[in-house]
């Protein structure tokens, strides 16, 4: 259980910290991020569409791997928990 939790912290860590990277890179290039992730232009009047699509695709990039890394952390981890839960529950009666 323990390692399964930690597999779990070390995955999630690894995700925060790309996520991390997202914001900090959208913001250094004046992009803005949601909160469902969608990644657009902070409207600074920028009209170098070719780099600006090029940085939008980027930060795009780096929060879909922060939240696909997440969900499959999410999904391996709830699965060994289902597994150990199994193995660990206890049918029928205790004389």
Known sequence: ???TYETL???IDSAQRTLDSA???AGSHGL???GAGEVTNAATGRTDTTVLDYQIGVA???VTE???AA???DATASTKIRTIE???TVTGSVP
């Open 9 to 11: 912290a070390d995955a």
């Open 71 to 73: 969900t499959t952390a």
């Open 60 to 62: 795009t990039g780096l």
């Open 32 to 34: 803005t991020v949601s």
């Open 23 to 25: 914001l900090e890179y």
């Open 66 to 68: 922060a939240l696909n």
């Open 86 to 88: 199994g193995v660990c």
């Open 1 to 3: 259980m323990v390692g």
